[in-house]
């Protein structure tokens, strides 16, 4: 045994990685492998050659001169062996352990994926796992692992074999004695679930330590959303120290975004100040900031919840009016509760919505609250307008004249051509309603 190759450290201190295994409880580990001096196999012999307990290896080859010569268009097994198959090992050791959580990732659709996928030819490009233990359970296949690192896979199954011999234990099932994780799963069988999925009952009770730390047992969701999202543990603790709800805290683990790595505080406040949580879901996924929220508020005379829950429903039909727009429109004596429909606003940005000249559907949805239905704004845009400000003054012009028309019965004069008459709307609503 001439050499002993360093591998590189790992790196530490996240919550969701543990102490590295070696291979083997009591150090190192002796194996005897095939060792090929051609890359078509052929005649091959077996030698010994020792795992050492910090994963660098010790060969009967000078491993240094071997690499020289491969680089030449030589071959020996031996060198990828050190190089490649025992840094897998050692990488899917701690994988089947539980030692490092798997990096998946739950899709918009439910399915489940892995980050990083193997070549062409493994399960995992062949579209989503049904749930998080089947693609965490793919995740630690020794067949997985060495197809992601180009590697033939009966070589690191035998490798992975030994180790597990050595250990006496496939990880089937989590250690006996589960420590500080006793009571942190609301689920009966959690414990085991979360294993299933990769998570070690360590990492699980560190997890509601940083989390919360004096908060009930959580479902296994709230922890599958800790380890496939990472969110801010330390936005998540403060909010549920000022909000302390079980709900509150699966959801917050599933709804953390860009507004709240940016604004963390913002969600506490919204939840205490009692917004509901649709449309801070809503808006933590839109443009608008707290400081968008108590501007409305501030500008309108409305309440916090009731600023966020406008601004909210305003994204919901994808416009993003500024509060300054929307305290316009209340000048213009809109209705402080409207809402804009996502079908209205549809159904006019079909007809005259263009991204490069037209309208905005922004625009277009200030002018439906101004003109309050489809055929008068369908009306007002006919007319070039596109300020809410004119648009109020047209309907104002169109009513008087109707009132006006209706008082005194005047015959309609050839001048009024350009102005609104009661029958031009009702045709417009009948022609409308006809498409
Ligand atoms: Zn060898
Ligand atoms: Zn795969």
């Not at 201190?13 to 001096?37: D, K, N």
């Not at 296994?220 to 079980?246: K, Q």
């Not at 004119?390 to 169109?398: G, I, K, P, T």
Request: proline fraction near 7%; glycine fraction near 8%; include cysteine.
């Amino acid at each position: 045994m001439e050499q002993a190759i360093s591998p590189p450290p790992v790196a530490s201190g996240s919550p969701f990685t543990l102490e590295p295994l070696g291979p083997s409880p009591h150090g190192s580990l002796e194996i005897l492998v095939g060792c090929h001096a051609s890359r078509t196999a052929g005649s091959s012999r077996k030698h010994a050659v020792r795992i050492e307990a910090d994963w660098s290896v010790s060969t009967p080859h000078d491993i240094e001169l071997e690499r020289v010569a491969m680089a030449m268009g030589g071959y020996l097994s031996c060198v990828t062996l050190v190089d490649r198959e025992v840094p897998a090992l050692r990488e899917l050791l701690q994988l089947r352990a539980r030692r490092v959580v798997p990096d998946i990732t739950r899709t918009a659709t439910g399915h489940w994926r892995l980050h990083v996928l193997a070549e062409h030819g493994c399960r995992c490009h062949r579209g989503g796992f049904g749930t998080a233990a089947e693609a965490a359970e793919h995740a630690r296949d020794p067949f997985h692992v060495a197809r992601l690192h180009g590697l033939e896979p009966g070589r690191l199954a035998r490798l992975l074999r030994a180790v597990q011999e050595a250990y006496g234990t496939g990880f089937y099932a989590p250690p006996s004695d589960v420590g500080a994780a006793a009571g942190v799963v609301r689920e009966r069988d959690g414990l085991e679930r979360l294993w299933e999925t990769g998570v070690h009952p360590e990492v699980i009770a560190r997890l509601h330590q940083a989390l919360w730390p004096q908060g009930p047992p959580m479902p296994v969701w709230f922890y599958l959303g800790a380890i496939s999202r990472r969110p801010s543990f330390a936005w998540i603790a403060r909010t549920l120290a000022a909000v302390p709800d079980e709900d509150v805290a699966v959801w917050l683990c599933w709804t953390d975004t860009e507004l709240d790595r940016t604004h963390p505080a913002a969600r506490a406040g919204w939840l205490q100040a009692g917004v509901p949580r649709n449309a801070i879901t809503a808006l933590a996924d839109g443009a608008y900031t707290p400081a968008d929220v108590a501007r409305l508020a501030a500008c309108t005379r409305r309440s916090v919840p009731r600023a966020a829950i406008t601004l909210a429903a305003w994204h919901r039909a994808g416009c993003h009016p500024s509060p300054q727009d929307i305290a316009l429109l209340d000048q213009l004596d809109g209705d402080p509760w409207y809402e804009p429909s996502a079908g209205a606003v549809d159904w006019l940005w079909d007809r005259v919505g263009n991204p490069d000249t037209g309208a905005t559907r922004t625009e277009l949805a200030m002018l439906l609250a101004v003109c309050g239905t489809r055929a008068n704004t369908m009306y007002v845009l006919d007319k070039g307008v596109r300020d809410p400000r004119v648009a109020a003054r047209l309907m104002n012009d169109s009513d008087r004249a109707l009132t006006v028309r209706a008082i005194h019965t005047v015959p309609q004069s050839s001048e009024s051509g350009s102005r609104t008459t009661e029958s031009d709307l009702t045709t417009r609503e009948s022609e409308l309603s006809r498409r």
